[in-house]
């Protein structure tokens, strides 16, 4: 499957992707001066959209780039249907810096948002049946991590962490507490008690977190939005990574911390696992 798309949306157009230049002084290129947003279509829909673009709206606001979203709204169906991907699993990739301006630090004025868009065939499993393995790091990132920001040098580089140790993750510890992932949350689960990192700025609040969340309430689960120490990972019974693609992993083993052996994932975990299925599947 080839990883590039054929086709780009790029400032109100849709053009093959060898056409779809930027200039080198656009922000996002010489200062990571944007955001960006995933969102999987699965079927007819994009699976919570209205979240995802909610998402991109704050994070806009957040670092003052003036660009309606809701343009956005008509222009995703011409890019799924230019890119023959009506009705078809895909992932969708946006996209927004502050545009192009002569290099300095300060917020240029006047300058014009470059808006890009891509689409490629991405089908999930009904269950990411993956039994990770991960490591921890420090971390190592700003302060706003709530942002969606095109910055992810400190998340590329924990993530190269986990692949040069043959991990899935890389789960990133501040303070002495376990924030998220490079590029997932992460919960844990104790005496059936679901823990994860309060959605304040240490970590992006995920779309696929807060569907998570929703399913404990619907389930009866009860959850802590507590952070867990890294002290306190060999005393938890489970753990598992949420993301848009990575939807709900469970994790076998952190650093030397063993879960389990067997095939068996956690309780908590298999639960919520199917009820995201049974939601993707309405």
Avoid at 201 to 226: A, M, P, S
Wanted: aromatic share 8%.
């Amino acid at each position: 499957m080839n990883p590039y798309p054929d086709k780009v949306y790029l400032n109100g157009k849709i053009v093959p992707s060898k056409e779809a230049t930027i200039s080198v002084f656009d922000r996002g290129f010489l200062f990571g001066d944007g955001i960006y947003e995933v969102m999987v279509q699965i079927g007819n829909r994009f699976f919570y959209e209205e979240e995802h673009l909610q998402r991109l709206k704050y994070c806009l606001s957040e670092i003052n780039i003036a660009y309606n979203v809701d343009l956005l709204r008509k222009e995703i169906p011409l890019l799924v249907q230019q890119t023959n991907l009506v009705g078809k699993d895909c992932l969708l990739y946006i996209q927004v810096s502050r545009g192009v301006a002569p290099r300095q630090h300060a917020y240029p004025k006047n300058t014009t948002p470059t808006v890009m868009m891509y689409a490629l065939p991405k089908v999930l499993p009904d269950i990411n049946t993956v039994r990770a393995s991960v490591v921890t790091a420090e971390d190592m990132r700003w302060l706003r991590c709530d942002i969606k920001m095109t910055s992810l040098l400190g998340n590329v580089m924990a993530n190269e962490y986990a692949m040069q140790n043959g991990c899935y993750e890389t789960v990133l510890v501040r303070n002495g507490v376990v924030t998220e992932a490079s590029h997932c949350n992460v919960f844990f689960v104790k005496n059936a008690v679901v823990y994860t990192h309060p959605a304040n700025t240490f970590i992006l609040d995920g779309i696929t977190r807060k569907i998570v969340l929703q399913l404990c309430k619907k389930l009866n689960i009860k959850v802590e939005e507590t952070a867990v120490l890294k002290a306190d990972i060999k005393h938890m019974d489970e753990a598992f990574l949420t993301g848009t693609s990575t939807q709900i992993a469970s994790i076998q083993q952190i650093d030397d911390h063993l879960f389990y052996q067997d095939k068996a994932v956690g309780s908590i975990t298999q639960r919520l696992q199917n009820a995201f299925l049974e939601l993707k599947s309405r």
